[in-house]
Every structure is written in C-alpha cells, then in structure tokens.
Nanobody, 118 residues
Framework: QVQLVESGGGLVQPGGSLTLSCVGS????????MSWYHRAPGKEREMVAT????????KLADSVSRRFRISRDNVKSTVYLQMNSLRPEDTGVYYC???????????WGQGTQVTVSS
C-alpha cells in the first residue's frame, strides 16, 4: 500500500520558519521525482519545489526560490521542505507528491496545513 505522510505544518509568525517532512512507503522512493505543492485558500494547487533522484537536482517556484529549500533522504524515504522568511501568502495546505516518469504514476499525501499569521 502506497503512503505519503506529511508532517511539520502549523502556525508561524511572518518571517518565521518551518520544515515539512514527507515519508513515503509502499513504492521505490529513490526512483521517484518528489515534489511539494501548495494550495492557498480559494486557489488551485501549485508546484512549489521538485527534487529529482539520484542526482538531487531541484527546481523551485520563483516566489519561493530565495526562501525555501527542498531536499531528500532516500535511505529514510523522506523528502523535506525547509521554509524560511514565511509570508502570509504562504498560508495553505502543502502536499507531497511522488511522480514516476517511466511509469506515469502519481501519488499524493493528505496534506499538512501551514498558517502564517501574527
């Protein structure tokens, strides 16, 4: 059974930091492209950050490229999103995604809520 379980969300003040984690199981984590998506209130889900394997190359959305960092630990089957200098517009649900290019498969986590507010 495939599972992606996110954690680390919460309430943080503007300018603060959070680190999200996503643990995968039930699939070959190391062969999947891992991504984080953000769904702001009332908006569509958008890609925030992506990390490939095994080279670890990354791509971040322009709005977060100077503030967020994505990383992965294939031994722990975990992908991280380090978020710094958080802004109110970063508020929303963050989803973990696993994508297999050759298999054309996508898996999603249940999401973790991040609220940036004073």
């Amino acid at each position: 059974q495939v599972q992606l379980v996110e954690s680390g969300g919460g309430l943080v003040q503007p300018g603060g930091s959070l680190t999200l984690s996503c643990v995968g199981s039930g699939f070959d984590f190391s062969s999947y492209v891992m991504s984080w998506y953000h769904r702001a209130p009332g908006k569509e889900r958008e890609m925030v950050a992506t990390i490939n394997s095994p080279d670890g190359s990354t791509k971040l959305a322009d709005s977060v490229s100077r503030r967020f960092r994505i990383s992965r630990d294939n031994v722990k089957s975990t992908v991280y999103l380090q978020m710094n200098s958080l802004r109110p517009e970063d508020t929303g649900v963050y989803y973990c995604n696993a994508h297999s290019v050759p298999l054309g498969l996508d898996y999603w986590g249940q999401g973790t809520q991040v609220t940036v507010s004073s």
